[in-house]
């Protein structure tokens, strides 16, 4: 009887052990997304694109009608040394838009977190040109500027630009 209970005791102190050796250190927040906030280029202050905003990315739809958008995220592409980012603005009550369309030249760097984690890809952006349009009352919104705020593309959550809007009101 005293082998069986000891047996058991074992048995059970195995598995536990077992169990408490595994542990995953992947990081809570291990989306790699590039951070854009909006901003007026009059006097710099936060504003939110009341327009109805779709972004796409190599013909991939990333972002789809966001309206309200202060900040977003977006993905990028894995292995291209460039992305071309579409931002169509459309009037809440249309489907008919224009469009700024963003080149962003970066550096992709593979990142190994763990086995349990895998790989990300990080990036490094090295520079961005945008399209030149001017806004209006139906499309009160074009991009004046952008300044690339911290160029690496990570998981940190840190803003990597700052979109600097002329505003139409």
């Known amino acids: 009887m005293k082998r069986q209970i000891w047996s058991i005791i074992c048995g059970m102190?195995?598995?536990?052990?077992?169990?408490?050796?595994?542990?995953?250190?992947?990081p809570l927040n291990n989306t790699v997304n590039l951070i854009c906030g909006f901003y007026n280029s009059n006097d710099g202050s936060a504003i939110s694109i009341g327009n109805t905003l779709t972004v796409t990315l190599r013909d991939s739809i990333i972002l789809n009608r966001s309206i309200g958008a202060s900040t977003i995220a977006l993905p990028?592409?894995?292995?291209?040394?460039?992305?071309?980012?579409?931002?169509v603005y459309s009037p809440a009550d249309s489907v008919a838009g224009i469009s700024d369309t963003l080149t962003l030249s970066k550096t992709n760097q593979a990142h190994f977190i763990s086995l349990e984690c895998g790989t990300k890809v990080f990036h490094t952006i090295t520079a961005v040109n945008h399209t030149l349009r001017t806004a209006d009352k139906i499309h009160r919104y074009a991009i004046d500027s952008i300044v690339v705020s911290n160029p690496n593309v990570n998981f940190d959550g840190q803003e990597n630009l700052k979109i600097y809007y002329t505003v139409v009101q």
């Open 13 to 26: 102190s195995l598995i536990i052990g077992a169990a408490s050796c595994t542990s995953n250190d992947c």
């Open 76 to 87: 990028m592409s894995y292995s291209a040394e460039t992305d071309t980012l579409v931002f």
